[in-house]
Every structure is written in structure tokens, then in C-alpha cells.
């Protein structure tokens, strides 16, 4: 059960709750103790795409924690998790104990995905969807990860892929992982030699690597969903690559007085390396290509055996959530009004007074931000076509800082 695994959790970090960590330790901690409510979301996706999870069977590769394996059978799915790290599967074995499922299933395997004892203890030929979830880059063997998901996957398989992207400014001042500044441009060799006692087998590659590799092995019908098609001004994109560019040099000189002397000399050769290839593409590209390229922080969309019919039928999301504590929480409906997305909470589960912000985002980018009010709903007019979701801060009128944060299930805006 949940409650189990937060037990465990804080026992692994040594604390009684998140309040207590900082640095990565909290931001490692909340990545997992988020783990259900992450699954929510993720099946959110696939739902506004069209996606009933009734019946669907379904595989995630690098199951982590378990959230979204759980969550999926919840909703009638048949679904395997599969890990291949001890620890995470200890965790997601005690987060599925003792829950009941009434349509669907949930097992955890305990496997190399890149493996033929992967490929001994799944079904051939079955899966509808495989979940590849922050995973390709911590796969040194790609090929044979593909080969194998191809064995498995039916006629019809998709696979979901949500991959961070090394050369987006943002993972280029602060790496995802580790929090250094500049190492997704390195080698995995540099990273053993400047953090020896952390994860090291993170491999960042270009998209059109993926690209190629879905397609080899029959997932080239590719609907990437956070696209930023809507940019069509390439001076202003430009423009805009410039203004981070500098911003990006600014920090990574700001930190090299933190870098041992070995890893500034690496870096200063690889940013070279970046910078020439940046100002080519800023020459070559256009908007989307370049924002795709530079501005995306992971790359997230469907692989597909064959075209489906991937629409967005939900036209409304109604949920009700509550605090990590479970001692109150909101419900609440998104939905659109015309070319208006609009946020309503339409109940609390503790009658008290609560202050809100919204926060609308578009492909997991936060684009639109409100201050806090008394106010429970607020709207957006949208511009441009895409996957929306909002963002809810709750806190107490009388608390000064927020007492916890909802996510939305996203719906598709056509424009």
C-alpha cells in the first residue's frame, strides 16, 4: 500500500517527512513520494489521446516506484512494470501490496529490459502500449532495448516515449540528475571521474537518434506531442535562442569557480563543440526545429507500429485530490469555453478558507501564471493549438506559503 511505501521512504532518507530534506535528497524524495499521482497524470495523457485504459495491456519499462503501473490497473488495465534495479523494485512491490484491483492487473518483474530473461518472462506479441518513461537515456544498449520491446509489442503496439533532452538550455545549466552545471554535454566517463558516488549511466543523444531506432524497428508512424509547431517567426526564435545562449554562458561562468580544474578544461572543449553547432542550426533551421532542438527539455510523443486514430474525445477533466497528508484537499473541472480554457474548483473536502493559483501549462511548460486569490476559478484564453493542463497551488488563507499542488489532467486544444 501507499501509506507502506511513504514508510519506507522515509526511512530510506532518514526523515518523518519531506520538510526535513533538501538539495536533491528532497528533490529525489518528492520524485518519488509523487510516484501515484504522476501515474494519474500520465494516464491523463493517454486518455485525452484517445487511450481507454479498460482492458488495455500494457508494459512500463523502468517501472521506478510503480505509480503508473498501479494507477493503470486501477483503471482496468492489465499492466507489468518492469525494473531493473533492486531498491525500485523493493519500493514497487510494497506500493502494490495489498492493493485490489476489480477489472485489471498489476504485476512487477524484476528484469533487464535489454535482456533475453526480459524477453522469458513477458508475453510475445501482446502489449498495446509500452511506457518508456525518462528511461532511453539511462540505456547504453539501445538497439537491443528496441529489439526486445519489438518482440513483445503487438500488431498494433504503440510506444509512449517521454526523454530528457541534454542540449535544451536548461538541462545544459543544471543537469536533471545530478544538478551540475554543463555535464549533459560530457561523456558518462567525465561524470564518473567529478561525481563517483552517483548514477553515472546517463547517455544524451539527439533526437533524430530516436527517431531513427523507432523507425528501424517498425514504430515510425511518430506523433510527437509536445511539438512546438506553433512557432512560426524564426527571428523571433532567434532571437530568443541568443538572449539563452548568453544566459548559458553567464551561468556556466558563474559555477566555474565551483569546477575542478579537469572538468572546467572538458567543458570549455565541449561547449565549443556546442556553440558551433548551434550557431549552424540557428543558420539552417526554422522556429519549431530549432526550439525542438534547444528549447525542449524532453522530448515526448507516440512511436506506432501503424496511423491510429489518436484524437482527444475528453473535453473535460473532474477530479478530486487530496493533500500529501490526506487530511483535506479540493475537487475540481477543466474545460474548455470557446477558445478559453477554464479552471473551476467546484468543492473542498475541509470547509475552510483556501486561497488559490493557476498555473497553465502547456506540454508540461508553465506559460501563464496567476497570483494567489480568494477567487476558485480562473481563464485563459488560448493562442495556439497544443496539450493543456493547469497547475493548482492550495494553501490556507492564512498560511503565507502553499500547502500543497494539484495537477490537472491535460486536454487537447486543436486551435
Given at each position: 500500500m501507499y501509506t507502506d511505501f511513504i514508510a519506507a521512504l522515509n526511512e530510506k532518507y532518514n526523515c518523518e517527512n519531506s520538510s526535513e530534506l533538501s538539495g536533491l535528497d528532497l528533490q529525489h524524495y518528492t520524485f518519488a513520494a509523487t510516484t501515484n499521482s504522476r501515474g494519474l497524470d500520465t494516464i491523463g495523457v493517454f486518455e485525452a489521446y484517445g487511450f481507454s485504459m479498460k482492458g488495455l495491456r500494457i508494459l512500463d519499462v523502468g517501472c521506478a516506484y510503480g505509480g503508473f503501473t498501479i494507477e493503470a490497473a486501477k483503471k482496468g488495465a492489465y499492466s507489468y512494470g518492469v525494473e531493473i534495479s533492486?531498491?525500485?523494485?523493493?519500493?514497487?512491490?510494497?506500493?502494490?501490496?495489498?492493493?485490489?484491483?476489480?477489472?485489471?492487473?498489476?504485476?512487477?518483474?524484476?528484469?533487464?529490459?535489454?535482456?533475453?530473461?526480459?524477453?522469458?518472462?513477458?508475453?510475445?506479441?501482446?502489449?498495446?502500449?509500452?511506457?518508456?518513461?525518462?528511461?532511453?537515456?539511462?540505456?547504453?544498449?539501445?538497439?537491443?532495448?528496441?529489439?526486445?520491446?519489438?518482440?513483445?509489442?503487438?500488431?498494433?503496439?504503440?510506444?509512449?516515449?517521454?526523454?530528457?533532452?541534454?542540449?535544451?538550455?536548461?538541462?545544459?545549466?543544471?543537469?536533471?540528475?545530478?544538478?551540475?552545471?554543463?555535464?549533459?554535454?560530457?561523456?558518462?566517463?567525465?561524470?564518473?571521474?567529478?561525481?563517483?558516488?552517483?548514477?553515472?549511466?546517463?547517455?544524451?543523444?539527439?533526437?533524430?537518434?530516436?527517431?531513427?531506432?523507432?523507425?528501424?524497428?517498425?514504430?515510425?508512424?511518430?506523433?510527437?506531442?509536445?511539438?512546438?509547431?506553433?512557432?512560426?517567426?524564426?527571428?523571433?526564435?532567434k532571437e530568443l535562442i541568443n538572449t539563452e545562449y548568453e544566459g548559458l554562458k553567464q551561468t556556466i561562468a558563474e559555477n566555474e569557480k565551483d569546477f575542478p580544474s579537469f572538468y572546467g578544461k572538458k567543458l570549455h572543449g565541449a561547449f565549443e563543440v556546442f556553440s558551433r553547432r548551434l550557431n549552424y542550426d540557428i543558420e539552417q533551421l526554422d522556429a519549431p526545429k530549432l526550439a525542438w532542438k534547444y528549447m525542449t527539455k524532453f522530448w515526448g510523443g507516440f512511436a506506432q507500429r501503424q496511423p491510429l486514430n489518436l484524437n482527444a474525445p475528453?473535453?473535460?477533466?473532474?477530479?478530486?485530490?487530496?493533500?500529501?497528508?490526506?487530511?483535506?484537499?479540493?475537487?475540481?473541472?477543466?474545460?474548455?469555453?470557446?477558445?478559453?480554457?477554464?479552471?473551476?474548483?467546484?468543492?473542498?473536502?475541509?470547509?475552510?478558507?483556501?486561497?488559490?493559483?493557476?498555473?497553465?501549462?502547456?506540454?508540461?511548460?508553465?506559460?501563464?501564471?496567476?497570483?494567489?486569490?480568494?477567487?476558485?476559478?480562473?481563464?485563459?484564453?488560448?493562442?495556439?493549438?497544443?496539450?493543456?493542463?493547469?497547475?493548482?497551488f492550495v494553501k490556507k488563507t492564512d498560511h503565507e506559503h502553499k500547502d500543497y499542488r494539484i495537477i490537472t489532467q491535460p486536454l487537447y486544444f486543436r486551435g
Open positions: 533492486d531498491a525500485l523494485y523493493e519500493f514497487a512491490v510494497l506500493n502494490h501490496k495489498n492493493e485490489s484491483f476489480h477489472e485489471g492487473s498489476c504485476d512487477f518483474i524484476k528484469a533487464d529490459a535489454t535482456s533475453t530473461d526480459f524477453l522469458n518472462k513477458l508475453p510475445h506479441d501482446y502489449f498495446d502500449l509500452i511506457i518508456v518513461n525518462d528511461v532511453f537515456e539511462h540505456v547504453y544498449d539501445t538497439v537491443l532495448l528496441l529489439d526486445n520491446l519489438d518482440k513483445v509489442a503487438n500488431d498494433r503496439g504503440v510506444i509512449y516515449f517521454r526523454i530528457p533532452n541534454g542540449n535544451d538550455f536548461r538541462f545544459i545549466a543544471r543537469e536533471g540528475h545530478t544538478g551540475c552545471c554543463g555535464i549533459s554535454l560530457l561523456a558518462p566517463m567525465v561524470w564518473e571521474s567529478l561525481i563517483p558516488t552517483r548514477e553515472r549511466s546517463i547517455y544524451y543523444r539527439q533526437y533524430e537518434y530516436y527517431q531513427a531506432l523507432f523507425s528501424y524497428f517498425g514504430f515510425g508512424c511518430i506523433i510527437p506531442i509536445n511539438y512546438p509547431g506553433d512557432l512560426k517567426d524564426s527571428l523571433d526564435a475528453i473535453k473535460t477533466c473532474e477530479r478530486t485530490s487530496r493533500s500529501e497528508h490526506d487530511d483535506y484537499g479540493i475537487s475540481f473541472m477543466l474545460s474548455f469555453k470557446g477558445d478559453n480554457i477554464v479552471i473551476n474548483i467546484t468543492d473542498t473536502v475541509v470547509k475552510e478558507e483556501f486561497d488559490f493559483a493557476f498555473h497553465l501549462m502547456r506540454s508540461g511548460e508553465s506559460i501563464y501564471k496567476s497570483h494567489y486569490q480568494r477567487e476558485p476559478r480562473y481563464e485563459w484564453e488560448l493562442k495556439a493549438p497544443g496539450m493543456y493542463q493547469v497547475a493548482i
